[in-house]
């Protein structure tokens, strides 16, 4: 057996970040950025009110109050030069229009007895110096650097990057992963089962974990424990996807034959990881016909184990070919208190348990129950879960022990 850490430092080594591509701003959400952005615009890019209401000079309506007539209306997307404020008036203003020259404050609506064409205006409420003026670039100025390298676009990035005219920009592409299950008892599509079957869950949920966290799948379906089929599935999922999830047939059982095809067109290491569930991992790529490789995640078959393989192994390697910083490959991990033990004995591995974790306001603290029987083959348990409680080698942890969880959540 080899350490959980070796195995993942093995993994992210055979996941180097792929070449970055120019994208159009809509097709980078989900993507980590390769440089900085600076911007070349003023945000705002001109004075503007931040309500509706009217432009007066500051004096004009000191004492209030006061009766001023009504020059003209500023809507948004108008220019301000052809109303400007002058002493003893007041000019109607929408929120966004820009504040007319002479300007000194903006009075809204509310504070005025305003209506759309009246002539003359009511100030009640004296204004104070640049009052509901939004100067220019008062959120960002040329040269203020919006994104830095290395950034998750989120919806606000590209909001962000649309305000300083940013059209296109370079990131990290997402891989798009293909995942094959395999074994001669698998029945997929709700099949009726003959002797010995059972159904094909782990790739349905593990094509749904990778949508979960947005990636593009290929679904290379069910695919028989024959060396043949095994092999023509593999070459073609690597033809069309940037990795290869496998399930299944990485164990030591006699008709593995994903581990006689992998070790045959492949370049593997089988490994023995000291966790439970999810000892057996391989690892390693596959050429395609034009000579570059792709990596292979061969996850265990049991479907408990599937998932969390894919959990400590699979998200972080793809998260590093998609240009996520080393220190960035993993969900959120929270310490825990147990509300109960979990069970254990020493055996040289760390555990990952399937519990139900609740942040309690009063305690301030998350609190950690078992989601329910801890087998590799108990989905009912993953299916409850929502965190993964790391039980390190040794003993079984009481209640009132601090326990590290994996949040399973996107
Ligand atoms: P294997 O790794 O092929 O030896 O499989 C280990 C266990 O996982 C066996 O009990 C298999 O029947 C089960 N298993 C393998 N693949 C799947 C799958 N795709 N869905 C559900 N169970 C599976
Ligand atoms: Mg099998």
Not at 3 to 9: H, I, K, S, V
Not at 141 to 162: F, I
Not at 321 to 331: C, K
């Amino acid at each position: 057996m080899i350490g959980l850490d070796e195995a993942r430092a093995f993994v992210l080594t055979g996941c180097p970040p792929s070449p970055p591509e120019r994208r159009p701003l809509a097709a980078a959400l989900g993507c980590v950025t390769v440089s900085s952005v600076t911007a070349t615009e003023a945000v705002p890019p001109f004075a503007n009110s931040a309500v509706d209401g009217y432009a007066v000079r500051v004096a004009d309506a000191a004492s209030v109050p006061v009766r001023l007539p009504v020059t003209g209306t500023v809507r948004a997307g108008m220019s301000g030069l052809d109303h400007p404020v002058e002493p003893g008036t007041a000019v109607r203003i929408m929120t966004g229009a820009p504040v007319p020259p002479g300007t000194e404050a903006v009075v809204m609506v509310e504070d005025t007895d305003g209506t759309p064409d009246a002539i003359e205006v009511t100030i009640a409420v004296a204004p104070t110096a640049a009052q509901h003026i939004r100067p220019a670039g008062d959120d960002i100025v040329p040269g203020d650097e919006v994104v830095v390298a290395g950034t998750l676009l989120g919806p606000a990035h590209l909001g962000v990057l649309a305000t300083v005219g940013v059209a296109e920009l370079d990131v990290v592409p997402r891989p798009r992963v293909a995942v094959v299950s395999t074994g001669d008892e698998l029945v997929g599509d709700g099949r009726p089962l003959g002797p010995g079957q059972i159904r094909d869950s782990n790739r349905l949920g593990l094509l749904a974990l990778l949508r979960t966290y947005g990636y593009e799948t290929v679904d290379l379906g069910l695919v028989a424990d024959d060396e043949a089929a095994i092999e023509a599935v593999l070459r073609d999922g690597a033809e069309r996807a940037d990795a290869l999830v496998t399930t299944g047939g990485v164990s030591m059982g006699d008709f593995d034959f994903v581990k006689v095809v992998l070790d045959r067109i492949g370049d593997m290491r089988w490994m023995q990881v000291a966790i439970k569930p999810a000892k057996p991992l391989a690892f390693g790529t596959v050429a395609r016909g034009d000579g570059t490789r792709v990596p292979v995640f061969g996850l265990p078959g049991n479907p408990v184990s599937s998932m969390v393989s894919f959990e400590l192994f699979c998200r972080p390697g793809l998260r590093r070919m998609g240009g996520h910083a080393v220190t960035d490959l993993d969900g959120p991990t929270v310490d825990g208190v147990l509300d109960e033990p979990l069970r254990r004995r020493p055996d040289g591995k760390t555990h990952f348990a399937r519990v139900r974790c609740a942040w309690d306001h009063d305690m301030r603290t998350y609190r950690v129950r078992s989601a329910g029987a801890q087998g590799s083959h108990h989905m009912a348990a993953m299916a409850s879960a929502d965190a993964l409680a790391e039980l390190p080698d040794g003993d079984s942890l009481e209640a009132g022990a601090v326990v590290r969880v994996r949040l399973l959540r996107p």
